[in-house]
């Protein structure tokens, strides 16, 4: 009998409270919705790795566990990543994976949860089930990684989405890319609102979301918007978090190819 396993693949975290709540959710909705396979665990941050190792809990990248699977006698595996954007972890995860293809009878990929046009209403109608009314004095900010790579403007867009569909009091931002967050509190004073929401626009609410989004050191964004004069919440989810977005990941599964 043909063994066909899933393999899920997230850039990681090492905070623990999170992990549970975000990256085991999705785990456990892909391993419901494919109960005819083994799920297996990978991730791509070598750093969050080290640091895991550090703490005595041993988590494969993904060429140790494909190696694994093909070990083990599994002929069919589909490999679904946790990753918002098609940026330089997935281009990672491609390369690493590879060189296993031919290891297996069959091996499918599922895609990011923002890639094809299509995904970016799914993810925000998802996202927006979750948000409060829009009210007039509030806007709600979120808070994106950033990155070089040419997916970056995945954030654009989806802000863009947001306001076609209704939601023009959303503002996104980056630690790393643009828009960052002098362009954040830019669009937030042309809404001329004073209170302002924040949230991650991560899967895993961890160190960016604690420290960089909701620390109490001066650079943090929360810090930066109330010296700007803005009355701050902070809602600490990661997208992860979400049962549509866990089903978003879930549909780029079925459709892996």
């Known amino acids: 009998m043909e063994q066909k396993a899933l393999l899920a ?26 109960p005819e396979r083994t799920l297996r665990r990978a991730f791509t941050s070598g750093m969050i790795l080290r640091k895991l190792a550090g703490e005595g809990v041993h988590i494969d990248d993904v060429p140790a566990a494909l190696e694994r699977l093909a070990d083990e006698g599994y002929t069919d595996v589909l490999v679904q990543p946790t990753h918002i954007m098609n940026g330089d972890e997935y281009d990672k995860l491609m390369a690493l994976a590879e060189p ?16 094809e046009t299509g995904d970016y209403p799914d993810a925000a109608k998802a996202l927006m089930e979750d948000l409060p009314a829009p009210e007039e004095d509030t806007a709600i900010l979120y808070m994106g990684h950033g990155t070089e790579h040419f997916a970056n403007s995945c954030y654009a867009l989806l802000e863009y989405v947001f306001h076609d569909l209704g939601r023009k009091d959303v503002v996104i931002g980056t630690v790393e890319g643009y828009p960052g967050f002098e362009e954040a509190k830019r669009r937030l004073q042309e809404l001329g ?9 991560m899967i895993v609410a961890g160190d960016h979301a604690k420290n960089d989004l909701a ?16 009355h701050v919440r902070c809602v600490l989810q990661g997208l992860g978090e979400f049962p549509r977005i866990q089903s978003l990941f879930v549909e780029h599964a079925r459709q892996a190819k």
């Open 100 to 115: 296993y293809r031919q290891k297996f009878d069959c091996v499918l990929f599922g895609r990011p949860l923002l890639t």
């Open 215 to 230: 620390g109490d050191e001066e650079d943090s964004w929360k810090s930066m918007l109330e010296k700007a004069g803005y």
């Open 9 to 34: 693949v997230s850039f990681g975290t090492s905070h623990h409270d999170t992990l549970e709540k975000t990256i085991v959710a999705i785990e456990q909705a892909l391993a419901e919705a494919f």
């Open 193 to 201: 609102v004073s209170q302002v929401e924040l949230r991650p626009l």
